[in-house]
């Protein structure tokens, strides 16, 4: 990760790889027409996960019993969102993991250390871009406006 964009995505290093963080930095500046100027600036963190009946899969053994899971998971969700307009999406993203365990004898790979040390050294630069924003602004902010006072 050599230059920092607004966006990036950084993928889960999990069991699952559709499980992404997608981090956005957001500048918005309107113009007005009288010379004015609004500044909004924030980091916005969109975490994507699946959420899929797997927990009705793995349970059964009858390839029958778990169909009709299926079918009654999926229905009950569509009537949700018809009903509601919405649905919660509830997952995990596992940015860093490592696995040992003894009882098998078996050691993993640590996955994810240098995923989770390029989305924390993102978020400190944009973090410390926006704080220098915002001084500016805050600086500009009194020197413009007559009979202001800085009470800082």
Not at 53 to 67: L, P
């Amino acid at each position: 990760m050599d230059e920092l964009r607004d966006t990036e995505f950084f993928e889960c290093d999990c069991h699952d790889k559709d499980h992404l963080i997608r981090a956005e930095y957001s500048k918005y500046i309107i113009k007005y027409l009288d010379g004015t100027t609004s500044n909004d600036r924030d980091l916005n963190l969109v975490f994507t996960t699946r959420y899929a009946d797997y927990d009705n899969v793995y349970s059964k053994d009858n390839r029958f019993i778990q169909m009709k899971d299926r079918w009654v998971w999926r229905i009950k969700k569509a009537w949700q969102i018809l009903w509601t307009g919405e649905i919660k999406s509830e997952g995990y993203f596992s940015p860093c993991r490592s696995m040992a365990d003894s009882h098998i004898n078996e050691i993993e790979n640590l996955f994810g250390y240098q995923t989770t040390k390029d989305l924390a050294r993102w978020l400190d630069t944009k973090a410390d871009e926006i704080k220098a924003d915002y001084e500016k602004d805050y600086a500009n902010y009194y020197k413009n406006i007559p009979g202001a006072v800085d009470n800082d």
